[in-house]
């Protein structure tokens, strides 16, 4: 079989390249939206890149399971539209801005000017756009660039606007001093989801401080903190009121300082079991006092650094004995809890720090440092003064700034927030809704995050994002919320013409209060998730456009998204909070949530580490259907994945050359003038069996990818290519290659092409590529697969209990196999007899079916298959070779080697041969007694007895300890 060495060269990359070009020649993207545009819609969002960042490996996941869906919905008829988008603003950008214009500070950018720093955040809005569009296209994801939204255009922020709009007119939109997390460096607060997107394990000094009781010289509270830093803002100290305190003395501690202590008593005896551990028996412990924390609330103490007022114990719920002393430092403007209790307590909020994160005049010594770096001066400082009771190392998860890793603060200021704890309960309701994928994502990954929602901090206090639309009046501070240009152009009297709605344009804007004063925009744009998680309703320019179409439902919600699992606190999020602040619902009916891609060996890739694997190698590697095929069938969809180069190739010799073999099978035994009949007929037992595995592949196909199961649907398909060239066309090849009737090969050949045909159809939204590719050379050049119906099972078809019983003749197989190999017998040799047990193949036994156990006979070379109720296993094999089961392995094994000679020299199987022999007589009377056998097995001409002379092939083998010679001609005709 010659084409096995030829197809074994068939290369994936260039196939693709070859049907990219066809794609793109004959438009068959935009055919395949043009043949389906008035079918039913189904409705996908995109979800939007940065282009300023180049397409990782984990572009290449969510765009195979994004494409499969909209493939095999657009085959199925629906019209698939699908906007690319692009995201564009905030602080990924300005960070690339910041790069290129040697920006260290966010002061600079206001020397600078905002002008030029806007100017130049939109230059490398789309630095890659190119390499997008054409990974994209390289990869088979069909996406339709020409019209993709852009979350920077005028449109789009006018949709935004008038989105902000209605959730200020609701009342959800505030402003207030409160502790934001804070990036010192970018100079904004961030959201609870960006926040989320950056936490790190890191190990940092934690301390414990001694603050001495005002009335009770010499006795101290203990308080534990992780930030130093924040002592300077220190306004007091919290207990619980319900938790046991106790004052006690420490003497002849090895490390502690001596005195008289204040703890939880859970803290105290966690020091007692310490000292026990250590063995240090020196240190005493006396307990002098034990009471509840209600009774330490107004206590006073000196604070740490200032001689003044003294400071008071107050009481809070939300302390603990779980960490710390049970006596908790408070920082209003440091902390949210602190801040809580501040406002509670009418306590003073000390701002001790910058925007820049540098501690500000009047702390002291500090000025001007970075408080993570003043850390280990304030502990030298507080150990000096012998205010510190103890040092420790403390390891814990951390949050930095997910755009520039610079260590977040939490940090007391004027920030904008949308109040989505209103709409809380709404949004769990909307994510009932959802078919998420995996499921347990719906009340876990996400339903947790919602379940602890806080207000969304939506301003930043930045430049290139969409600006806060809200106006204040210098005189009356009244505020208005402006919802598009229209409005701005009535409240201003001016003609907003060719105005770009960025900063510092918009700044310009002045509107007039009725009080008649000036009203100013607010310096504050917004977070660009916001951006994002609108594009439902800004894509569409919402509602100044398309306003039907998506309160109809018919733009509206997404029937399918799907991105990585990382967006339940991204996109998946803000989409739904939107959408529910709107009163629309959820915005997606169904969600693929997928898992993070590791390395082989299971480490999170990374540029230090050096383990990134690029897209685009893979691709020009293996090809892009084989990496989609690869993420669609290496694990569950929400799974971590271990990218592994040994398995993508093990999937491209194991999938894709068998595919690409399978046709080349058909296309060299089914000669020219082949018509496909459209009608089957054939009684062939494998051609009704690879028919009706064919009809049920397709029922668990369309089954799966009606539920979003992708990876359920993909092993089906890989699964059947084994079945179809291991079983069927290796079980079938006499029919095709020497077909007793016409009739037997022309039912053999039209249940092939019918089968590879819808298979192929199958595949079509898996590996568009080759699926392509074959499709065209079945159909001689014709159409494209894209453009055909996704196939339907014909239940006629279907024969269970068939598959059933093929399925046991499988099973038997391989276990008769693995006996003979275990008994060192090569499967030329024939054997006598296999046994099965009664009872245990029930399947075919009541089938009693003739042909399947002739395939079983054929497959491990044994005379008979016999049904036994006496054996003690499933089957029993019997390895006793006879004088004349030897003799016919002999045979075997003298035409086995002819054909091998045919093959080395070159003839075609229509050739017809010659074969010469010589050898002992005791050795050569096996081929005089069977050289009728002979010449019908090989199709040879004639046999008999010569010289070396004038021969194409030749070899010596043993029979029976002689020697043989054999030889071919071959016969021209
Ligand atoms: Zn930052
Ligand atoms: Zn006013």
Redesign the pocket.
Do not use: A, D, S
């Given at each position: 079989m010659n084409f096995l060495n030829v197809f074994c060269f068939m290369n994936l990359p260039s196939i693709e390249k070859e049907t990219l070009e066809f794609w793109r020649k004959e438009s068959i993207f935009k055919k395949s939206l043009e043949r389906t545009k008035n079918g039913p819609r189904f409705v996908f969002y995109e979800g939007p890149p940065f282009a300023n960042g180049l397409p990782g490996i984990h572009h290449l996941l969510t765009r195979a399971f994004k494409d499969v869906i909209l493939r095999y919905k657009t085959m199925q008829g629906f019209y698939v539209e699908r906007k690319a988008g692009w995201d564009t603003h905030g602080l990924p950008t300005e960070m690339e801005a910041e790069k290129k214009l040697n920006i260290r500070f966010k002061k600079e950018i206001e020397q600078m000017g905002i002008e030029k720093f806007i100017e130049e955040s939109r230059r490398s809005v789309f630095t890659y756009k190119k390499e997008w569009e054409e990974f994209s296209e390289r990869i088979g994801f069909w996406l339709d660039f020409d019209h993709a939204y852009i979350t920077c255009d005028n449109s789009y922020i006018e949709t935004l606007w008038w989105i902000l709009k209605q959730i200020w007119q609701k009342g959800f939109l505030y402003q207030d001093y409160k502790v934001v997390p804070y990036c010192p460096r970018c100079g904004t607060s961030l959201s609870s989801h960006e926040v989320a997107q950056g936490y790190k394990k890191i190990k940092e000094p934690a301390i414990t401080a001694r603050f001495e009781l005002v009335d009770e010289p010499e006795t101290y509270f203990l308080a534990w903190t992780t930030t130093p830093w924040t002592l300077p803002a220190n306004v007091a100290l919290a207990v619980n009121p319900e938790i046991d305190y106790v004052k006690f003395s420490l003497n002849n501690h090895p490390e502690f300082p001596q005195g008289v202590y204040i703890v939880s008593e859970k803290k105290f005896n966690d020091y007692k079991n310490d000292i026990k551990n250590k063995k240090t028996p020196e240190a005493e412990f006396k307990i002098i006092d034990k009471f509840k924390g209600s009774q330490l609330i107004g206590k006073k103490y000196k604070p740490l650094y200032k001689n003044e007022a003294p400071y008071k114990v107050v009481g809070a719920g939300f302390v603990s004995v779980e960490e710390g002393t049970g006596i908790v430092h408070i920082a209003p403007a440091f902390g949210e809890d602190d801040m809580s209790v501040g406002k509670e307590n009418n306590l003073p909020v000390l701002m001790t720090v910058d925007e820049d994160g540098k501690f500000i005049d009047g702390i002291g010594e500090w000025k001007g440092i970075f408080v993570k770096n003043a850390d280990p001066l304030i502990i030298d400082n507080l150990r000096k003064r012998e205010l510190l009771f103890q040092e420790e190392m403390y390891e814990h998860d951390y949050p930095f700034c997910w755009r520039c890793k610079t260590p977040l603060l939490y940090y007391a200021k004027n920030s904008w927030f949308i109040n989505v704890s209103r709409v809380r309960e709404q949004m769990i309701k909307n994510n009932e809704t959802v078919n998420w994928v995996p499921p347990h994502i719906k009340k876990g990954r996400f339903g947790e995050w919602l379940n602890e929602i806080k207000d969304w901090n939506l301003s930043r206090e930045r430049y290139w994002g969409t600006p806060l639309p809200v106006w204040e009046?210098?005189?009356?501070?009244?505020r208005v919320c402006v919802g598009s240009v229209r409005e701005l152009e009535e409240k201003s009297g001016q003609k907003m013409n060719n105005i770009d709605l960025h900063r510092p344009f918009v700044d310009n804007v002045v509107l007039k209060?009725?009080?008649?004063?000036l009203?100013k925009r607010v310096p504050e744009v917004i977070d660009c998730w916001f951006d994002s998680g609108s594009m439902p309703f800004a894509q569409w320019h919402y509602p100044f456009e398309n306003k039907d179409k998506i309160d109809n439902g018919e733009f509206f919600p997404a029937d399918f998204i799907a991105e990585g699992m990382d967006q339940t606190r991204g996109w998946f999020y803000t989409l739904l909070a939107i959408s529910t602040l709107l009163g629309k619902g959820a915005p997606y009916k169904n969600v693929i949530s997928l898992g993070l891609i590791l390395d082989a060996n299971g480490q999170k890739m990374s540029k230090s580490r050096g383990n990134i694997i690029v897209p685009k190698e893979v691709v020009e590697k293996f090809g892009a259907d084989c990496a989609r095929l690869y993420f669609y069938t290496i694990n569950k969809a929400g799974e971590a994945k271990k990218f592994d180069f040994k398995e993508v190739q093990s999937l491209y010799r194991k999938f894709f050359i068998t595919l690409v073999n399978s046709y080349a099978f058909f296309s060299t035994y089914v000669e020219g003038g082949f018509e496909f009949k459209k009608e089957l007929c054939s009684g062939n037992l494998l051609d009704r069996w690879i028919v009706s595995r064919l009809e049920n592949l397709k029922h668990q196909v369309i089954k799966n990818l009606d539920k979003y199961d992708i990876v359920s649907a993909a092993r089906f398909l890989v699964d059947f290519v084994d079945d179809l060239s291991n079983w069927y066309i290796r079980l079938s090849r006499r029919r095709f290659q020497k077909p007793e009737t016409e009739k037997e090969k022309e039912e053999a050949s039209q249940t092939l092409y019918y089968v590879l045909l819808n298979f192929i159809k199958l595949t079509a939204p898996f590996t568009p590529f080759v699926s392509e590719y074959l499709y065209r050379k079945l159909k001689d050049g014709e159409g494209s697969v894209h453009l055909a119906d996704y196939p339907k099972p014909d239940k006629s078809l279907i024969d269970a209990k068939l598959e059933k019983s093929m399925a046991q003749v499988r099973e038997i197989v391989a276990q008769a196999l693995a006996k003979r190999s275990a008994a060192g017998i090569k499967v030329r040799q024939p054997l006598s007899v296999l046994k099965l047990k009664d009872g245990a193949w029930g399947e075919l036994k009541n089938d009693n079916n003739r042909e399947l156990l002739s395939l079983i006979k054929q497959e491990i070379n044994v005379k008979n298959v016999i049904f036994d109720g006496s054996i003690s296993e499933n089957i029993e094999l019997d390895v006793e070779i006879t004088p004349e089961l030897k003799e016919e392995g002999l045979l075997r094994e003298i035409v086995r080697q002819i054909q091998i000679m045919r093959k080395k020299a070159n003839l075609k199987p229509s050739d017809k041969i010659f074969i010469i022999y010589d050898g002992e007589v005791s050795a050569t009377k096996i081929l005089e007694k069977n050289k009728e056998f002979i010449l019908r097995e090989i199709r040879a001409v004639g046999i008999e007895r010569g010289k070396k002379e004038g021969i194409n092939q030749g070899i010596e083998i043993k029979v029976d300890g002689g020697a043989v010679w054999l030889g071919i001609k071959g016969v021209s005709q």
């Open positions: 009046c210098e005189k009356c501070k009244k209060c009725e009080c008649g004063g009203m």
